[in-house]
């Protein structure tokens, strides 16, 4: 079993940064790949980044490609994700994701949530 808790969100202008936090609880955080999603009112849960469990490797969906880096600290049991040059078309509500076997690319395919953190970007 893993608990994730997203933290950091919050209102900023737009072409401002903030990082979002996930800390996860258990000791076999290090063996799962993490991701993050984020769902706007009325539209489907979004794929952003993910990265290994070894921190190898990364995937960014096209949106955030650029703008967006996911990193993670195993010894803190916690992923990060950078978000630069933010839009207002980047407010939603931003979820952690977990998978044991690959990355999570799809939301159909995680293994566990967080509860999400927003974010909100005014122009």
């Known amino acids: 079993q893993v608990q994730l808790v997203e933290s950091g969100g919050g209102l900023v202008q737009a072409g401002g940064s903030l990082r979002l936090s996930c800390a996860a609880s258990?000791?076999?955080?290090?063996?799962?790949?993490m991701g993050w999603f984020r769902q706007a009112p009325g539209k489907e849960r979004e794929f952003l980044a993910a990265?290994?469990?070894?921190?190898?490797?990364?995937t960014y969906g096209s949106s955030v490609k650029g703008r967006f880096t996911i990193s993670r600290d195993n010894a803190k049991n916690t992923v990060y994700l950078q978000m630069n040059s933010l839009k207002p078309e980047d407010t939603a509500v931003y979820y952690c994701?977990?998978?044991?076997?690959?990355?999570?690319?799809?939301?159909?395919?995680?293994?566990?949530w967080g509860q999400g953190t927003q974010v909100t970007v005014s122009s």
């Open positions: 990265i290994s469990w070894s921190g190898v490797s990364t």
């Open positions: 258990g000791r076999t955080f290090s063996s799962y790949n």
């Open positions: 994701a977990a998978r044991r076997t690959i990355l999570p690319t799809y939301s159909n395919s995680v293994d566990y």
